[in-house]
Each structure stands twice: as C-alpha cells, then as structure tokens.
C-alpha cells in the first residue's frame, strides 16, 4: 500500500515562510514525477509545483520566484519551500505522485493559512 504523507503547513503572517514535506512510502519502484496541488475554497484544486527525479520543475505563474520545489529521490521525498506567502497563498495544500503501477497518489492534504 503507498502512502504519501505530508508534513509542515499551518498559519503564518503575510511575507512569512512556510515548509512542507511530503514522504512516500511503500513503494519498490522509485517515482519519476512528484509535485504539490493546492485548493482554495470555492476553487478548483491546481498545480502549484512539480518536479521529476531528473529535477525538471514546473511552476504555477502564481508562485514563480517565492516557491522552491525540491526532492531527495533516495527517501521518495518532495519538499515545498514557500517564502514570501501571501493571502491568495492560502489553501489545502496536497501532494502528489505518479506511482509506478499505481497510478495518481494523493496525500491527505494540509492547511495553509496566510493572515494577520
């Protein structure tokens, strides 16, 4: 059974900094493409960040230049360093995986919350 489980988010002021991580477990294979969705309410959940294991990223116009995808291959692991936060930034932030014979993984989503 392959999991992904997040970590980080939670409330924090405007120009503030927040980490997310996000490990997958219970996979043999490793996991080419791997990224992070966010849904604010009333929205439809979109790509915030992706990146494959080769370290091609892609971002969301929305957050270019104060998000920073990264990933450890080894662990499976995906991070999502987000400087600069603003109101609009404020969602349940999801990780994502294409996983080997599985298909589209999903985290269980976390808050994260812009405000002062």
């Known amino acids: 059974q392959v999991q992904l489980v997040q970590s980080g988010g939670g409330l924090v002021q405007p120009g503030g900094s927040l980490r997310l991580s996000c490990a997958a477990s219970g996979s043999g294979f490793s996991i080419n493409l791997m990224g992070w969705y966010r849904q604010a309410p009333g929205k439809q959940r979109e790509l915030t960040a992706s990146?494959?294991?080769?370290?091609?990223?892609i971002y969301a116009d929305s957050v270019k230049g104060r998000f920073t995808i990264s990933r450890d291959n080894a662990k499976n692991t995906v991070y999502l360093q987000m400087n600069s936060l603003k109101p609009e930034d404020t969602a349940v932030y999801y990780c994502?995986?294409?996983?080997?014979?599985?298909?589209?993984?999903w985290g269980q989503g976390t808050q994260v919350t812009v405000s002062s």
């Open positions: 990146i494959t294991s080769g370290g091609t990223t």
């Open positions: 994502h995986a294409v996983v080997p014979f599985r298909g589209n993984t």
